[in-house]
């Protein structure tokens, strides 16, 4: 019995390599500090990721639209630094509300339907808040993107510099804390019952989960996770456009999750910095036609198989596409 | 407004002959197909190209534009897509996704990104015009043009599916593989010729909607999202279903378009979400058949 419990617990251990892992990443803006900037967006995009798994990886909704809150958080932080407060923590924390308020409305809409419903359906949630976005330029500024948002400094010390070294650390920050969150989250029994509607949601039921209170849970805190992602990417750019709702979002951050790896927390995080990296490297060679080369990562790893490329990034060094 | 009907009709119309294809392959296959814009895209590009360097006439590029799609369709099922039948809804959304991708990166590199214009003949450019006041109907020719040829397709294909011999191993195919497969009908090529058929049907929705939805390298991404309303709104059990879906959401752009040009998209959007809550199976769910 104590057997039993302490192999069951020992997914939810802390491993060793896990906190060196993360001293490496806090260690990164001071080892490579003219890559600031790019470490910022992996823990940007790492952290969306994250959320998308969630959704995705361990309740196994498929979803398009996850861009939706994603565009919220980074809206609603560019706005409440602009027209209210410059203090990023509490504009994140807003952020995440309203993302949270978003995710709960939108978990209506993912109960029903097949695979195909479920796309539809977050798909046109996203695209709903594109147009609302692009309409409403009084408030958004439309098409330009909203323009002249001044942020102050995080806990009132840290200026954001223009080398990004802050908003490396107040993004990396951000992501370990949602990370342990996360964590947390998915080891605890609820998230058990997370994987067993994941995996047959009929038997699930059949035991006596709540199935659909689960899935309008989870829903609703990947959005909020989503739209700290949004919040931060706003925040660190000063900068919040109609890219940040784009179709190309929520397919980069399926792509993402599915290189590093669905129902796997650090899947999100590996598969940020692999994706940060090769569309550095790509569109640093072809600006233009990069979206190519990613349309064929895509297709092969597919048609190889996740499984048999078992680690992307011992592939990805034999020889890229 | 008999004009928006018309306009929206005639839309509607090409949206259907769009995504006919995309309905039956998602119907027979369960395969979740995101690039089928892509070929939708090859079409117009070979009318658009054929009539600028070798002035071949307008007319005379449409069955070209069907056959180069149909054949490009033919030859990725039976090499990409056929392994991908059995695999995961998202492993199919990320295949599809990539080929996307690759298509629009590769028209805009080999043609360039700028908008293509198709050159009309004469005798479809004018207008007519019927009737005065609120009621007049001014129906532009090639919008006409448009809703004559997709109605004989919408006949010839109601009529191939409910009274041919192929229609009803089609048929039967969707709705029991396995069985099917047992009475010895070969579901392998059932698949391939559909497959290449409304890639193809694509293709000349394509080069038909050239001049009316604009040609450039991103038109798969911009009207895979109608597409998908379509099927999805539609359900895959017939065709009458998304051909309601797709005059239903021509009417629906286009008035949006016309009477709150500020809220265009949101109707649409809208009333996807709102059809697909209540009925999560699209219109028209498919009886007895094997989900």
Not at chain 1, 178 to 184: M, V
Request: with cysteine; net charge positive.
């Amino acid at each position: 019995m104590i057997d039993a419990a302490r192999s069951l617990k020992q997914a939810s251990r802390w491993k060793p390599w896990e906190p060196v892992l993360w001293l490496l990443a806090f260690a990164a803006p001071v080892l490579l500090p003219t890559h600031a900037a790019l470490i910022n967006e992996i823990a940007i995009v790492g952290l969306f990721a994250v959320s998308l798994d969630l959704v995705l990886g361990y309740s196994g909704i498929v979803s398009l639209g996850h861009a939706a809150f994603f565009g919220l958080g980074a809206y609603t932080a560019a706005l409440f630094a602009k027209h209210v407060m410059p203090d990023p923590l509490v504009g994140l924390a807003v952020a995440i509300v309203a993302s949270l308020v978003l995710g709960l409305v939108a978990s209506l809409t993912i109960q029903r339907g097949s695979d195909l419903t479920r796309l539809m359906v977050t798909l046109g949630v996203a695209l709903i808040l594109l147009e609302l976005a692009n309409k409403l330029d009084w408030l958004t500024g439309g098409a330009d993107g909203l323009q002249g948002v001044v942020m102050g400094p995080v806990l009132g010390t840290f200026e954001f510099d223009l080398s990004g070294r802050t908003a490396a650390y107040y993004s990396l920050a951000v992501l370990l804390l949602f990370f342990i969150f996360a964590r947390r989250f998915v080891h605890s029994p609820f998230g058990a019952t997370l994987k067993a509607i994941r995996d047959n949601r009929l038997r699930a039921m059949a035991i006596g989960i709540p199935v659909t209170s689960r899935l309008t849970v989870v829903y609703t805190i990947a959005a909020g996770l989503a739209g700290a992602a949004g919040a931060l990417l706003a925040q660190t750019t000063g900068f919040a456009s109609l890219d940040v709702f784009e179709f190309h979002r929520s397919a980069d951050v399926m792509l993402i999750l599915v290189v590093g790896g669905t129902g796997w927390l650090y899947g999100g995080v590996a598969g940020a910095i692999v994706f940060k990296l090769m569309q550095d490297a790509l569109s640093s060679i072809t600006p233009q036609y990069w979206t190519f080369w990613l349309g064929l990562f895509l297709v092969v790893l597919v048609l190889v198989g996740r499984e048999r490329l078992f680690k992307p990034w011992t592939w990805f060094g034999k020889g890229r596409s | 407004m008999l004009t928006i009907l018309f306009d929206g009709i005639a839309y509607g119309m090409l949206l259907f002959i769009l995504a006919v294809g995309l309905a039956v392959t998602m119907g027979l296959m369960n395969f979740i197909n995101l690039a089928h814009g892509a070929f939708a895209m090859v079409g117009g590009y070979t009318t658009v190209l054929l009539m600028q360097k070798a002035g071949v006439p307008f007319l005379a590029c449409l069955p070209i534009a069907f056959l180069v799609s149909a054949l490009l369709g033919a030859v990725l099922e039976r090499t990409l897509y056929r392994p991908l039948y059995r695999k995961p809804h998202l492993d199919q959304v990320l295949f599809s996704i990539g080929l996307t991708f690759m298509a629009v990166a590769a028209v805009d590199y080999f043609v360039g990104s700028t908008q293509q214009i198709v050159q009309l003949p004469e005798w479809l450019k004018g207008r007519t015009e019927i009737g005065s006041g609120a009621w007049t109907l001014g129906m532009g020719h090639y919008r006409l043009f448009i809703i004559g040829v997709c109605a004989a397709l919408t006949l010839a294909l109601q009529y191939i599916l409910a009274s041919t011999r192929f229609g009803s191993r089609l048929r039967a195919s969707v709705d029991d593989q396995r069985v099917a497969a047992g009475l010895g009908i070969n579901v392998n090529i059932v698949f391939l010729s559909t497959f290449a058929f409304g890639s193809g049907l694509a293709g000349l929705g394509g080069a038909l909607g050239a001049e009316v939805l604009g040609l450039d390298p991103t038109f798969p991404l911009k009207f895979m999202i109608y597409f998908l309303i379509v099927v999805a709104v539609g359900g895959t059990s017939s065709i009458t279903g998304p051909l309601l879906a797709a005059l239903l959401l021509g009417v629906a752009d286009v008035a949006g378009k016309y009477y709150i040009p500020k809220m265009g998209a949101f109707i649409v959007y809208s009333l996807m979400i709102v059809i697909l809550i209540w009925r999560p199976q699209g219109l028209y769910v498919r009886q007895g058949g094997k989900s």
